[in-house]
């Protein structure tokens, strides 16, 4: 799985009673077949969630209320930030990325569409595990 981290803008189908957003397995915008959603919500400005990597996970991520950042790093050390703060953004995250989230607005809601169910097997929680998977990812492309 390469890693990748990539912004998304979803189709707004707005009028006069309000927007809608409809998001699509196996599409552009969501490429794989979702098997699991969650939502992280109740959240105080100052929590720092996340702090790990995943192996294979492919995510999309959306603050469907209120907003968020998203930090990533890629296995090359680039690093990244994200502010979630519309429901028509979205994050792709695939494969080896650390990733913070953090910065959440009150009544912030972020919701997660993920490719796999969950397994704890596939999370890197420990930083310097993730520092040297990622060195031996960049030795093996280089
Ligand atoms: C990710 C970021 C964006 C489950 O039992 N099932 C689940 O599907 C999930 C996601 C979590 N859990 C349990 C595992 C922990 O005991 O819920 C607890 C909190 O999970 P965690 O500390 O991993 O939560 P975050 O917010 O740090 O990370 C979550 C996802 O776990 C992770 O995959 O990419 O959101």
Request: one cysteine or more.
């Amino acid at each position: 799985m390469t890693a990748e981290v990539r912004e998304i803008k979803f189709q707004l189908h707005g009028d006069e009673r309000g927007q809608l957003i409809a998001l699509e397995a196996l599409s552009d915008l969501v490429p794989f077949e979702v098997k699991r959603i969650y939502y992280i919500f109740d959240t105080t400005p100052s929590t720092v969630r996340g702090k790990h990597a995943h192996k294979e996970l492919r995510q999309v991520m959306i603050c469907v209320s209120g907003a968020c950042t998203i930090e990533c790093e890629m296995p090359d050390g680039t690093k990244s930030e994200h502010r979630l703060d519309w429901p028509d953004k979205g994050l792709l995250v695939e494969g080896l990325v650390w990733r913070n989230m953090k910065d959440f607005s009150k009544g912030a809601v972020l919701l997660v569409l993920a490719s796999e169910h969950y397994d704890e097997s596939d999370y890197i929680r420990d930083y310097d595990t993730f520092l040297a998977m990622k060195m031996s990812q960049h030795d093996v492309k280089s």
